[in-house]
């Protein structure tokens, strides 16, 4: 069975997007399930999407097509207002805007007028990209994978052992991941990614902070302390829960951040 990519079309000129659409009709794999006049209507259909069990992957969509200059809001204003697990290939007139693109990880970066060829080379390292996540991070976790991750930082894809992870900060629309051995800053809310954690090993000890418990070193105060002098702070709110996954007695801690 062919595996179908789904994308979507951004662009306020009509004859752009049709361009585009006709591109995409002349592949057998790509589907065109949306083409919208501006990122807002982009974003509502996003979240309508996200609650649709019938999709074929945890993405609502597989590939954003999107121009920079729209009324309202600016293609690459939104890509870097949301967290997308989609491939993201600009589309515009305007070259001076391929640095800031780069800068926010999209796929390829297209200039108007597009040729079939240079679309195609587009296309096909999305495609490339989608397939690559879906293989190595899927949709559910098996017993075998659960000791691993794998996360998009710049555009290298890293594998990730839980058990060199010590800690998780979130920091708006990103998390930075503090491993035994270096740090990686990976595009992705700390809710989310603490989705992404097997429970049992993994908690949620402060608004910023998710620790791994297994890696914890010492408790002093409201700090936990991991290898290399790395410490966490852990606010009330945590702390109780934090006691009972380590069956300690609340006595044991009486200060608060």
Request: charge should be neutral; charged fraction near 25%.
């Amino acid at each position: 069975m062919k595996h179908v990519v789904r994308c979507v079309i951004v662009d306020d000129e009509p004859v752009a997007r049709e361009g585009i659409a006709g591109y995409v009709a002349k592949l057998d794999w790509l589907e065109c399930v949306g083409v919208f006049g501006d990122a807002m209507s982009l974003d509502k259909f996003l979240a309508e999407r996200k609650g649709d069990v019938g999709t074929q992957s945890r993405r609502p969509v597989d590939i954003i097509f999107i121009d920079v200059e729209m009324p309202g809001m600016t293609g690459l204003d939104y890509i870097s207002s949301v967290c997308t697990d989609a491939a993201v290939i600009v589309i515009t007139a305007y070259s001076e805007y391929a640095l800031r693109g780069y800068e926010l990880n999209v796929t390829d970066y297209l200039l108007k007028p597009v040729s079939f060829p240079r679309f195609l080379k587009a296309v096909d390292k999305a495609r490339d990209y989608c397939l690559a996540m879906d293989r190595l991070r899927g949709n559910a976790v098996t017993e075998e994978q659960s000791n691993m991750i794998f996360v998009k930082s710049d555009k290298i894809i890293h594998r990730v052992e839980l058990s060199e992870l010590n800690f998780v900060e979130g920091m708006e629309n990103y998390v930075k991941l503090y491993m035994s051995d270096g740090v990686i800053v990976t595009r992705t809310p700390l809710k989310k990614f603490l989705g992404m954690l097997p429970e049992r090993n993994f908690m949620q000890v402060h608004k910023s902070y998710v620790v791994n418990i297994s890696r914890i070193r010492s408790m002093e105060g409201n700090l936990l302390r991991f290898d290399k002098d790395l410490s966490v702070p852990v606010s009330r709110n945590y702390k109780q829960k934090l006691f009972d996954k380590l069956t300690l007695p609340s006595s044991f801690g009486d200060s608060e951040c």
